[in-house]
Nanobody
Framework: EVRLVAFGGGSVQAGGSLRLSCAASGYADGTYSMGWFRQAPGKEREGVASFDSDGDMSYADSVKGRFTISKDHDKNILYLKMNSLKPEDSGMYYC???????????????????WGQGTQVTVSS
């Protein structure tokens, strides 16, 4: 069983920063692909940033240069540092993990089989 607990969301003004965290337990470090996804009201869930077991990373074009995904392997915590936030970055952010070895960085949400509960990010203009 893989358990993911996401936290760190909040309300900020445009141009501000937030760091999301996702505490992971119940899986072997370095074996699974992990990522951050977001969903705005009325829209489909979309990939934000992810990495795979080969160490490759992928970012959505809309967040490149502003967001950084990282992981503390000792603590088993996944991070998403978000800078220069824009109102269009608002949404519920989810961390996810996949136990499928074919999942690569940038794979769609359906490739991931474990999800955290989500943390809300609201960016005001």
């Amino acid at each position: 069983e893989v358990r993911l607990v996401a936290f760190g969301g909040g309300s900020v003004q445009a141009g501000g920063s937030l760091r999301l965290s996702c505490a992971a337990s119940g899986y072997a470090d370095g074996t699974y692909s992990m990522g951050w996804f977001r969903q705005a009201p009325g829209k489909e869930r979309e990939g934000v940033a992810s990495f795979d077991s080969d160490g490759d990373m992928s970012y959505a074009d809309s967040v490149k240069g502003r967001f950084t995904i990282s992981k503390d392997h000792d603590k088993n915590i996944l991070y998403l540092k978000m800078n220069s936030l824009k109102p269009e970055d608002s949404g519920m952010y989810y961390c996810a993990a996949s136990t499928h070895d074919w999942v690569k960085a940038g794979s769609p949400p359906g490739s991931y089989n474990y999800w955290g509960q989500g943390t809300q990010v609201t960016v005001s203009s």
